[in-house]
């Protein structure tokens, strides 16, 4: 278990709605990146926060947002769902300096319809 | 720009070794492995950042040849436990911002 924890593990919504995703990072990391995973694919780095500032993006569109907290907790926006938004969405703590590992979470299942 | 992973998918007997290899066309700063299993977030294998350098993990270890941008990761005497989808991430500066193969399907029969 990494320590990181991230809600809600399931939900679906439907073309056009919008959904907040969240993370608590591991107890003492600064930097908090998200995944896109699609069945079957590897990983897709999303963005990254650190320090409460976007610190690097992935090709995602901008109705992917995000926001980091002084806890560096994180959240993951994304407005106008489509369907090829389905995925799971993986939440990934790290220490700037540290020894370049990443934790992850379980991920939360987004399906949309 | 995403590494390519060889092979797609490996079938073995307990106890049998493997082989997964992941090549760049790009220069990179290191080389990240993770297993994910159904369901479940990817795990920390280990990081390659030196050309050449090779590290271990019980009985897996890795290596990375820096002229080719390619790692292999070797699995020895395979274990029940080793099956899942393993994937290279690469990291072109020290960002933690990895791009990630499409991943080797493994799977360890009795």
């Known amino acids: 278990e990494t320590g990181v924890t991230q809600s809600p593990t399931h939900l679906i919504k439907t073309r056009g709605q919008q959904v907040t995703l969240r993370c608590s990072s591991q107890?003492?990391?600064?930097?908090v990146s998200w995944y896109q995973q699609a069945l079957g694919q590897g990983p897709q780095f999303i963005f990254q926060y650190y320090r409460e500032e976007e610190n690097g993006r992935g090709n995602f569109p901008p109705r992917f947002s995000g926001l980091q907290f002084p806890n560096y907790s994180s959240e993951l926006n994304v407005n106008a769902l489509e369907l090829d938004d389905s995925a799971l969405y993986l939440c990934?703590?790290?220490?700037?300096?540290?020894?370049?590992?990443?934790?992850f979470g379980e991920g939360s299942r987004l399906t949309v319809l | 720009q995403q590494p390519v992973q060889s092979p797609q998918a490996v079938i073995l007997r307990e106890g049998e070794d493997a082989v997964i290899n992941c090549s760049s066309s790009k220069a990179l700063y290191s080389v990240h492995w993770y297993r994910q299993k159904h369901g479940e977030a990817p795990v920390f294998l280990m990081i390659l950042l030196k050309g050449g350098e090779q590290k271990g993990h019980e009985k897996i270890s890795a290596s990375f040849n820096e002229k080719k941008q390619q790692s292999s990761l070797y699995l020895t005497a395979s274990q029940l436990s080793y099956s899942g989808t393993y994937f290279c991430?690469?990291?072109?500066?020290?960002?933690?911002?990895?791009?990630w193969g499409a991943g080797t399907k493994l799977i360890i029969k009795p």
């Open positions: 107890s003492g990391h600064n930097t």
């Open positions: 991430g690469t990291e072109r500066a020290s960002n933690y911002q990895l791009i």
């Open positions: 990934a703590s790290s220490f700037q300096g540290g020894t370049g590992e990443l934790f």
